[in-house]
């Protein structure tokens, strides 16, 4: 028994078994309700992958087939972005959606060779949808100056990023890189890879993407105002009270303690991943 023509999309998008496809003509509405939930979310997280990875190209946060995204779907599975691809160029059916544990379930492409890295954030943070690795000209070259960009500065990206650690250097490809972020990953958002490039995490796609845009941001206002010879840091008060600030403007968004300032040794607002992507907008 083959089902119907008008399911062969949902099938399609939702890569259910061929005894599934079976049993669809005769599914409660339910299930029906479901899986067309699942069907429209794959195909909109597809097109907006796509958009991240042209903006990414577009505004020089990766040349050539540099960089991969992933996010989250709502069944558990992994969508993420093919190997060698040219981040600008792709088309949403370039995409590869893999399960928690890294097995490809559907698309002809191979996953991003930096797929270990993406299943770890993911799976170590549920309250993470998304992941963007880039390699942004400024961010980048700290990284490899061995710099973390962890100091009080700006207050947007204190409220929003509390800092950006530098994890150890890693082979690029490999599971080592996935372990050099764990220590940080249950309290940082934004990442440095030593040598290597940035990776930053999302309640979604688009704030990964903006803080993505904001480590770099802030990297090139550091780089320009020790150009200019001196960069003044936040007292612990100024970061106390800015905390202090958006966790009463934002209250509704509780998590746990942000640790932003190595010296105060401060944290009182609510976790990055839970801040308004658009605060300080």
Not at 21 to 33: C, G, Y
């Given at each position: 028994?083959?089902?119907?023509?008008?399911?062969?999309?949902?099938?399609?998008?939702?890569?259910?078994?061929?005894?599934?496809?079976?049993?669809?003509?005769?599914?409660?509405?339910?299930?029906?309700?479901?899986?067309?939930?699942?069907?429209?979310?794959?195909?909109?997280?597809?097109?907006?992958?796509?958009?991240?990875?042209?903006?990414?190209?577009e505004?020089?946060?990766?040349?050539?087939?540099?960089?991969?995204?992933?996010?989250?779907?709502?069944?558990?599975?992994?969508?993420?972005?093919?190997?060698?691809?040219?981040?600008?160029?792709?088309?949403?059916?370039?995409?590869?959606v893999?399960?928690?544990?890294?097995?490809?379930?559907?698309?002809?492409?191979?996953?991003?060779t930096?797929l270990?890295?993406?299943?770890?954030?993911l799976?170590?943070?549920?309250?993470?949808?998304?992941?963007?690795?880039?390699?942004?000209?400024?961010?980048?070259?700290?990284?490899?100056?061995?710099?973390?960009?962890?100091?009080?500065?700006?207050?947007?990206?204190?409220?929003?990023?509390?800092?950006?650690?530098?994890?150890?250097?890693?082979?690029?490809?490999?599971?080592?890189?996935?372990?050099?972020?764990?220590?940080?990953?249950?309290?940082?958002?934004a990442?440095?890879?030593?040598?290597?490039?940035?990776?930053?995490?999302?309640?979604?796609?688009?704030?990964?993407?903006?803080?993505?845009?904001t480590?770099?941001?802030?990297?090139?206002?550091?780089?320009?105002?020790?150009?200019?010879?001196?960069?003044?840091?936040?007292?612990?008060?100024?970061?106390?009270?800015?905390?202090?600030?958006?966790?009463?403007?934002?209250?509704?968004?509780?998590?746990?303690?942000?640790?932003?300032?190595?010296?105060?040794?401060?944290?009182?607002?609510?976790?990055?991943?839970?801040?308004?992507?658009?605060?300080?907008?």
């Amino acid at each position: 028994m083959r089902a119907p023509t008008r399911w062969s999309a949902i099938i399609k998008l939702t890569h259910y078994s061929e005894r599934t496809k079976e049993l669809i003509p005769f599914a409660p509405r339910a299930l029906i309700v479901v899986m067309v939930q699942v069907a429209s979310s794959l195909f909109t997280l597809r097109r907006e992958m796509v958009e991240i990875g042209r903006r990414m190209y577009e505004r020089g946060l990766v040349v050539a087939a540099e960089g991969n995204i992933s996010a989250r779907l709502p069944e558990g599975n992994i969508l993420i972005t093919p190997a060698g691809f040219c981040k600008g160029r792709m088309n949403p059916e370039d995409m590869v959606v893999v399960t928690p544990e890294g097995k490809r379930v559907q698309g002809n492409n191979r996953a991003s060779t930096e797929l270990g890295m993406h299943l770890t954030a993911l799976g170590k943070r549920p309250d993470v949808r998304a992941a963007v690795h880039a390699h942004p000209p400024y961010a980048t070259a700290f990284a490899v100056a061995g710099i973390p960009l962890a100091d009080c500065i700006l207050p947007e990206v204190v409220a929003t990023l509390g800092g950006v650690p530098l994890a150890d250097y890693a082979t690029p490809s490999t599971p080592q890189v996935g372990a050099s972020i764990e220590r940080y990953l249950d309290k940082f958002d934004a990442f440095l890879l030593k040598n290597h490039g940035v990776l930053t995490l999302g309640p979604d796609l688009e704030s990964a993407f903006r803080k993505m845009e904001t480590v770099e941001r802030f990297a090139q206002i550091i780089h320009l105002a020790r150009s200019l010879g001196t960069v003044d840091e936040m007292t612990c008060k100024q970061v106390n009270d800015l905390l202090a600030l958006t966790h009463n403007l934002h209250s509704r968004f509780s998590g746990a303690e942000t640790p932003v300032c190595g010296h105060c040794h401060v944290g009182t607002g609510p976790s990055p991943s839970n801040m308004p992507s658009g605060y300080g907008s």
